[in-house]
Structure formats: structure tokens, C-alpha cells
């Protein structure tokens, strides 16, 4: 039955996540809420791994979430589920398209989505700062201001962020690299 449930959820997911894989984030930490098959630091780890593998994200996301729910069947069923939606949708506008290209309804339509993809992706950009540079536990726990942020994460996301614009040729990998080997070295987390 979890099986069947993993798939329906992840229809849903694929169906309603607008802008891509980013896009699924608010429907993964709802997923959690209301399931409790993973939590939101385990969607913390979904975006570390699904950022640092190969393939669209979404996809890695579903089948990270599918295993840690219900193992192979269950990460083979999530990312079917994920993916269902997207083959349905883009096979009846491939047929369709073109007969309504240049339709004022269509590119309105269009360009309608564009900020509800944005809305989305800023909406997970938050979810995530707010598991990665966020220690609101420690914050209620101390009351000292200083305890609410993250320090070491903050430094390594500022870090990355003006090695990348510094030097746009190096590889993203070697970015997602130095970021796993700072994070066991200077043992983030723990």
C-alpha cells in the first residue's frame, strides 16, 4: 500500500511543481508533514545528494525520498510518479503546440507561469537557507542572537558563491567537492 501511496504523491508533486526540480521543494516539506516518511533535514540531504549527482533534480529528489521511504521499489515507484506527469503533459503539447503558437490566450498563459515558478523557487531557496544556515533550536535554547545563524555554513556558502562568480570556469563538481571535503573536515553537523 505505501507503494501505491509513494506513486500517487508523486504525481501530484510532478503534476502541481511548475518551474522545475527546485519547484518540488514546497511539496516535499508538505509530503513530510503530513507523512512523516522523511523529515526536513532528510530534504536538506535530498538537495545535497540531488545537487551533486547527475540528472534534473526533481528527479533525483523523488528517487532519494522514494528510497528512504520504501528502498528500491519505493525509489523506483517516486520517480515514476514524478515523471508520469511531465511524459502525459509534454506529449499532448508536442501534438498540439503548433496549431497554437502565436495565440494571445497561450503566450499569456505562458508568461503568467513564469512568476509562479519564481514564487516557487524562492519559496524552497528560503525552506533550504532556513535548514542549512538556521539553528533556531540552539537560538530558543540560548536566547543569544549570535547562536541563530550557522556561522561555518554562512562562511562556506559565501565562499562558494564568490569562488564561482570569481572563477565562472571552474567546474560546479569541483565547487560540490570542496563543499563535502570543508563539510568533513571542519565535521559540519555534528
Do not use: C
Not at 511548475?18 to 503530513?34: E, H, I, K, M, Q
Not at 549527482?53 to 517516486?78: C, D, E, H, Q, S
Not at 507561469?113 to 523557487?121: C, D, E, G
Amino acid at each position: 500500500m505505501i507503494l501505491l501511496r509513494l506513486y500517487y504523491e508523486f504525481i501530484k508533486v510532478g503534476l502541481f511543481s511548475v518551474g522545475g526540480g527546485l519547484a518540488t521543494l514546497p511539496f516535499l516539506y508538505d509530503l513530510s508533514d503530513r507523512t512523516s516518511w522523511f523529515t526536513h533535514a532528510d530534504i536538506a540531504n535530498m538537495i545535497a545528494i540531488a545537487e551533486s549527482t547527475p540528472g534534473p533534480i526533481g528527479v533525483n529528489m523523488a528517487t532519494y525520498a522514494g528510497f528512504t521511504t520504501a528502498g528500491v521499489p519505493g525509489a523506483i515507484l517516486a520517480t515514476m510518479g514524478l515523471i508520469t506527469p511531465a511524459v502525459i503533459i509534454i506529449s499532448i503539447i508536442f501534438r498540439i503546440l503548433n496549431y497554437f503558437m502565436g495565440n494571445p490566450y497561450v503566450e499569456a498563459a505562458f508568461k503568467g507561469l513564469r512568476p509562479a515558478s519564481i514564487a516557487l523557487i524562492a519559496a524552497a531557496g528560503i525552506s533550504v537557507i532556513k535548514v542549512t544556515l538556521v539553528d533556531l533550536p540552539a537560538w530558543q535554547a540560548s536566547g543569544n542572537l549570535s547562536d541563530l545563524v550557522i556561522w561555518p555554513a554562512v562562511l562556506l556558502g559565501v565562499l562558494l558563491f564568490l569562488g564561482q562568480k570569481l572563477f565562472p570556469k571552474i567546474h560546479p563538481v569541483l565547487f560540490i567537492a570542496a563543499s563535502a571535503i570543508v563539510g568533513i573536515l571542519f565535521h559540519f553537523g555534528s
